[in-house]
């Protein structure tokens, strides 16, 4: 078998060809696309079908348990491109599902809030989003899901810190 013949073989079978790396380069590539593919498997049914882009996705669930969140608070819990998260606030908020007001204690800031259509929209996406999540992660036991958390947990933590 030629490397063409390897490489769309691989392709077919939706297994994923190590990019040739060393294991940890590998990982890191690894994680890179599992989190793409993710988002392009969220996107692929909630967008169309809800109007509601990922980053917008994000910021409605951080806002639901967290209202008074400003925009830096949920580019830093997600880990999100500051710009990204302005978009989708402002086109929330220009679609009503989102409110911004100044924060008494720091002027400077705006705390952001779903407002009562936010919240219907939220609890409509909800479960969807909810099944979509299950549908990707079926995929693994939950032993494998709980080690892969695990990990993942630990990797973010060490990232984080390299980062500061």
């Known amino acids: 078998m030629d490397e063409k ?3 769309s073989g691989a ?11 060393d294991a940890s380069d590998s ?11 993710i988002g392009r498997a969220f996107h692929a049914r909630i967008t169309t079908e809800f109007d509601v882009t990922v980053a917008e996705w994000r910021v409605m669930l951080s ?9 830096a608070d949920i580019a830093e ?6 710009m990204a998260v302005s978009r989708a606030v402002g086109r929330l908020e220009r679609m009503g599902r989102i409110a911004r007001r100044v924060k008494p204690e ?4 705006l705390a952001l809030a779903l407002t009562g259509k936010g919240r219907r929209v939220f609890k409509s996406i909800g479960p969807a989003a909810n099944a979509r999540y299950r549908e990707i992660t079926s995929a693994a ?3 494998e899901l709980a080690e892969l958390s695990r990990v993942l947990t630990k990797l973010v933590r ?4 390299l980062a500061d």
Request: hydrophobic letters at 40%; aromatic letters at 2%; glycine letters at 6%.
């Open 141 to 143: 036991t939950p032993d």
């Open 158 to 161: 060490q990232a984080r810190d």
């Open 63 to 71: 806002l639901a348990g967290r209202t008074g969140a400003t925009a």
């Open 106 to 109: 720091d002027r400077r800031s």
């Open 77 to 82: 819990m997600w880990a999100m491109e500051k």
């Open 27 to 37: 990982l890191l590539a690894l994680i890179h696309v599992a989190s793409r593919q």
């Open 11 to 21: 392709a077919e079978s939706g297994s994923l060809a190590a990019p040739p790396m």
């Open 5 to 7: 013949t390897s490489r």
